[in-house]
């Protein structure tokens, strides 16, 4: 995987070289580094597409399969005339 595949990934996975340095715990000047070279070390190459595989099993959850629809509350308008003459009846 080259440097530029690798900065493609982050992007896709939403993640920043900051991410990317924390996890694989070197500094982001030794990342950047790898920009000269013709392959990403194996070990960040492996990380980047657990995070992806990750990324991509968290997006398709279908967290509404089971879903039930909740009947919309109804609001009686009489019921804030009630209140209304409520009011009037206590100022008297």
Known sequence: MTYKEFLELLEDLELDLD???????????????????????????????????????LNNTNEDENFEDEEPEIIDDDEDLDFQNEEEEEEK
């Open 19 to 57: 991410s990317a340095s924390e996890a694989l715990d070197i500094e982001i000047l030794e990342i950047e580094a790898w920009e000269g070279e013709d392959e990403i070390p194996k070990s960040a190459e492996k990380w980047i597409k657990k995070e992806k595989v990750e990324f991509v099993a």
